[in-house]
C-alpha cells in the first residue's frame, strides 16, 4: 500500500487515509480518542505509539515534518 504523502492541501484526503491505513495494520488505538491506553502494559503502549508516530512522519513531506517532529505523542 503506498500513501500519499501529507501537505497542506491535502489534509482531509491523508487524515483519511492514514487512519485506513493504522487500522489495516492494527495500530489506530493510539489516535482513536476513545480507546484506552491503560488496557496496555505501560511499554506495550509506548512502543505502540512510537511505531504510528514514526509511520506518521514517514508520509509527511519534509516541510511539515519538521513541524510535527515537535509533538512528543500521537495523541
Same mark, same amino acid.
Do not use: A, F, G, S
Given at each position: 500500500m503506498r500513501l500519499k504523502k501529507f501537505n497542506e492541501f491535502n489534509f482531509n484526503f491523508s487524515n483519511e487515509q492514514m487512519q485506513d491505513y493504522l487500522m489495516v495494520k492494527g495500530q489506530i488505538d493510539p489516535i482513536e480518542?476513545?480507546?484506552d491506553?491503560?488496557?496496555y502494559k505501560s511499554n506495550e503502549w509506548t512502543k505502540l505509539d512510537q511505531i504510528v508516530y514514526a509511520t506518521?512522519? #514517514?508520509?509527511l513531506f519534509?516541510?511539515?515534518?519538521? #513541524?510535527?517532529q515537535l509533538c512528543t505523542i500521537t495523541f
Open positions: 480518542t476513545t480507546n491506553p491503560k488496557r506518521i512522519l #514517514m508520509h519534509e516541510y511539515v515534518c519538521y #513541524m510535527v
